[in-house]
């Protein structure tokens, strides 16, 4: 079970927003950047949101991530049918030394 | 272009040891501080472990469930990262993804493998 905790799925329709929450504690999301990752099926993940809400060059402005406290989010807004994917938060946990990824998030476009 | 080619994974019995390795190219590989992340076939992302740079003192951490079976190396001149893996165990079948983060005054670009499949079974 993952310390950093994910609804398993999430969908949406296209030209919906959608956000993806990731709930921590006080050691990972609470005092460290948060990190949002995209995969598509059969490949390896994708940067999407560093440093809780910064995007890597090349990522769409329709991703967008924040942190409040213990928990971070990412939006997706102007949804597309090519979104659909699997998505993790991670981060950084002082206690465990090591860093952490969320359950993942599977969104479906209907 | 940034490459990171893994290899070295197969099908190993339960007790069994595996050595993977990582290619880079395309950065400067010494100053990258390098990471494993493994994935169980239909499940999610897991944290293995990661080296820092030599200048940083080199260090490693890992996840609690290797630690003390996996080792992370690095041989710089080489431009290779390794994950030596003993004792390994039917929970240790995965996806090895070796990645590293390149962060410049600007952005930061996540780069990862295509991935090495290790099978552990008897």
């Known amino acids: 079970q993952s310390v950093l905790t994910q609804p398993p799925s999430a969908s949406g329709t296209p030209g919906q927003r959608v956000t993806i929450s990731c709930s921590g504690s006080s050691s990972n999301i609470g005092s460290k950047y948060v990190y949002w990752y995209q995969q598509l099926p059969g490949t390896a993940p994708k940067l999407l949101i560093y440093m809780n809400n910064q995007r890597p060059s090349g990522v769409p402005d329709r991703f967008s991530g924040s942190k409040s406290g213990t928990s971070a989010s990412l939006a997706i807004s102007g949804l597309r049918s090519e979104d659909e994917a699997d998505y993790y938060c991670a981060a950084w946990d002082d206690s465990l030394s090591g860093r952490l990824f969320g359950g993942g998030t599977k969104l479906t476009v209907l | 272009e940034v490459q990171l080619v893994e290899s070295g994974g197969g099908l190993v019995k339960p007790g069994g040891s595996l050595r993977l390795s990582c290619a880079a190219s395309g950065f400067t590989f010494t100053n990258a501080w390098m990471s494993w992340v493994r994935q169980a076939p239909g499940k999610g992302l897991e944290w293995v472990g990661r080296i820092k740079t030599k200048s940083d003192g080199g260090t490693t951490d890992y996840a609690a469930p290797v630690k003390g079976r996996f080792t992370i190396s690095r041989d710089d001149s080489k431009n290779t990262l390794f994950l030596q893996m003993n004792s390994l165990k039917t929970e240790d079948t995965a996806m090895y993804y070796c990645?590293?983060?390149?962060?410049?005054?600007?952005?930061?670009?996540?780069?990862w493998g295509q991935g090495t499949l290790v099978t552990v079974s008897s």
């Open positions: 990645t590293t983060d390149l962060v410049t005054a600007v952005t930061t670009v996540s780069y």
